[in-house]
């Protein structure tokens, strides 16, 4: 989608918005009760515009954590140029500026047929409209001997929190002459440029603190987001292209990473080639959010497709955001 067309597909979708909102409160006697599963920047900005557009419906945000930590800003705390607090929000605002009623808990079922929510807490809660945004599932079952444990070990960062800390404190310790392993996913995947944003921000710290150290980023695609970008500002700062280069991309298009061997520090490929990594930084691929899936709001992809213009499930019908003249 160009820019133009993106546009004008949000335009539409608030326009829709708009639309469904005047809908709801005529369909309904009483306040419309609209619930949104999922508190990260899809869920919490949802909250907020439809409170701007509809001030009189009721309004409930479901999110099991009380503290988000935002991952746009995480690469930078990988390399000490700023920090995780300052990436850390509440939900208070939403509360009290916006009277969202606030739920932290997490949901474990969802039935369409009868809208009606099944809560952790054991309770259950009706709503006539929802809005899910659970973001993403990371998928341990594609790399042989990667597990949720041994990232404690080979972090993926890729959930900011605890796993950004530990990328991080490996980083610093890293030796002089150490070699980095950055090994994202295959498309599609969550923020397409986020492992190069990675790999440049780590080669800046690099080359200050270990000149010596290397970046190999290891990738089972073809060619990436913004390469022609990415490569621009590597050849300028990092001799990328040179037998110096601080950070070398590799493309195991054709022979894609199979196995890690925690033992070794090393990644495998189909092949049997053997990539050896002081710090190892394993991005597994990933899907739409558990609660998608358990509600058959994913096709074989594992992602959800949707009316682009109203966000609508092509699986699961609803009537959230359908205008009027359908
Ligand atoms: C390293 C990195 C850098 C990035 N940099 C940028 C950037 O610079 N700019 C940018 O635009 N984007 C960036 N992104 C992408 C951005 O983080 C995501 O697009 C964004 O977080 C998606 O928001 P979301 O609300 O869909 O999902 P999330 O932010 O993941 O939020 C989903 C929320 O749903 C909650 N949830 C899940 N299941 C349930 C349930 N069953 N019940 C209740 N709650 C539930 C979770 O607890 C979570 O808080 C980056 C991502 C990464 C990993």
Known sequence: MNRRQFLKASLASSLLGLNACANWQIRSQQKAHVVIIGGGFGGATAARYLRLYCPEIRISLIEPKTVYTACPGSNRVITGLAELASLSFGYQGLNQAYHIDILPTRVTAIDAVSKRLQLQTGDHLRYDHLILAPGIRLRWDTIEGYSEILSQQFPHAWQAGPQTLLLRDQITALPDNGTVLIC??????????????????????????????????????????????????????????????????????????QAIDPKSHTVITEFGDKFRGDVINLIPPQTAGQIAIETGLTDQSGWCPINPLSSQSLLVPGDAARPRSC
Not at 197 to 204: P, Q, T, V
Not at 214 to 240: C, G, M, N, T, V
Not at 242 to 257: F, M, Q, V
């Open 184 to 257: 994202p996913p295959a498309d599609p995947y969550r923020c397409p440029p986020g492992p190069y944003e990675r790999a440049s921000l780590i080669a800046h710290w690099l080359k200050r603190h270990k000149p010596r150290a290397k970046i190999l980023i290891l990738d089972p695609k073809r060619s990436f987001s913004k390469q022609a970008l990415f490569e621009q500002a590597w050849r300028q700062h990092y001799a990328y292209g040179t037998e110096k280069a601080l950070i070398e991309w590799h493309s195991l298009a054709d022979n894609p990473i």
